[in-house]
Structure formats: C-alpha cells, structure tokens
C-alpha cells in the first residue's frame, strides 16, 4: 500500500520568511495530493491540492509542486503569518482507492 | 451548513466501560471516514463508508471497535470494552465521492481519554 513521508517534523521561520515542507510518496499509482492544516483544537482542513496531471500549482501565498518521476512533492508557504501557525499534513490518494493516505504532519511555527 | 458534527467533544471513561462516539456528516455528502490522531502513530484511517456501506474497514485496530451507519446522515464508532492505550482524538470526515472531487471535510473531533 501506499506510504508517505513527510520533513521535517518541526519547522520554525520568522515572520515574513518563506516555509518548505517535502513530502515524498511509495506508490506510482497515486495521482491527487492534497495539503491539510490543522489549527490546534481544530480538524484538518484542505488547503491546497494537485493532480498528477499537474506540475505546479499556486493559491496567493501558497503554491504546491509535484515531481512524479522523483515521487516528491512539496508546500511553499511565502511572506509567512502568524496565522499559519499549525501543523501540515500532505497525502496522497491512489487511483483506484476512495482513500488518502496522511504524512506524518509538519509543526510549523512563525515568530513574529 | 454546520459542517461536520461530532459529540461529544470530549469523553473521559473508565477502562471497561463501553464508548460510542457520533457524527453527522455534511448533508448531501455520501463518503464518511473515521479517523484517529496520537502523537505517536498521527493521523491513521479506521474505516470509510460509501453510500452507507462500510467499504474499507482494515485500519480497524481490533474486534473492540465497531462502525455503523445506519443512514446517510448518521455515524458511530464504538469501542468496547475501552482501554488505555485507545485515548486519542477521533474524527470523522464526510465528502463527495464523484469525479475530481475527493476534499474531505472533518469535524472538530471527539477527545477521548481512557483511564
């Protein structure tokens, strides 16, 4: 089955910096890759997605790149907030499953 | 809409005792999922129904825990007896099964603590 990987555990920027989270996939077959925050208290909440169709994609501040070949893909948080403090989790969805398969999560942190 | 609903928010019991947690999905949705969050093992899928149907039931750690949905609009996980080391935060998700679209939607999640 599919496994996803995800670093680092932990990431703290200043804010205004920009944040890279990477996440790594087993299963060629897999072909959506969503991106979930979790603010504390709260259930995950998708934030940005790509298909496997899809080499980059990009929402205001955020942008998600994918490398099929490589299995990778990443999340780029720019001129980051306060607010995006929380934990990011990326998954990765096989074609013939209704399921996603969750990384690990990444506690980002910006100080202000 | 209210979004996903789950309750209790919080549940604390007695190792033993018998545990039901309960959500409503987004109406209109007809995919529902179970979560469970620890720090040790994160965010494990238990079981997802389809139109009602349990369709995948293989993160189901053991004969304890047992998932029904009786109707579109309605859920439970229940945990019976209780143990310790079953003291996590549950949640469960709802979405639209239909092609390209697979957000899941969670809830706020039930804490529960087993001691």
């Known amino acids: 089955g599919e496994n996803v990987e995800q670093h680092p555990s932990t990431l703290s920027v200043q804010e205004g910096d920009s944040a890279v989270i990477k996440c790594t996939y087993s299963?060629?077959?897999?072909?959506?890759f969503p991106w979930y925050k979790q603010e504390l208290g709260k259930g995950p909440q998708l934030i940005i997605d790509i298909r496997s169709n899809v080499g980059e994609k990009k929402d205001q501040r955020i942008a998600v790149t994918l490398n099929k070949t490589a299995k990778h893909f990443s999340l780029h948080i720019t001129e980051t907030q306060p607010e995006d403090s929380a934990v990011y989790f990326c998954?990765?969805?096989?074609?013939?499953?209704?399921?996603?398969?969750f990384g690990p999560g990444t506690s980002l942190s910006v100080i202000p | 809409d209210a979004g996903v609903i789950q309750s209790p928010r919080h549940e604390v019991t007695e190792m033993g005792q018998e545990v039901t947690l309960r959500c409503k999905p987004i109406s209109g949705h007809n995919s529902l999922f179970w979560y469970r969050q620890t720090m040790m093992r994160g965010l494990e899928l238990l079981i997802y129904f389809n139109n009602n149907v349990p369709i995948d039931d293989s993160g189901m750690p053991e004969d304890r825990f047992s998932a029904k949905m009786p109707n579109a609009s309605f859920s439970t996980l229940k945990i019976q007896p209780s143990e310790p080391r079953d003291s996590a935060v549950y949640f469960c998700?709802?979405?639209?099964?239909?092609?390209?679209?697979?957000?899941?939607?969670f809830g706020p999640g039930t804490r529960l603590t087993v001691t």
């Open positions: 998954a990765a969805k096989e074609t013939s499953y209704d399921k996603v398969i």
């Open positions: 998700a709802s979405t639209v099964l239909a092609v390209g679209s697979y957000e899941q939607y």
């Open positions: 299963d060629s077959a897999s072909n959506y």
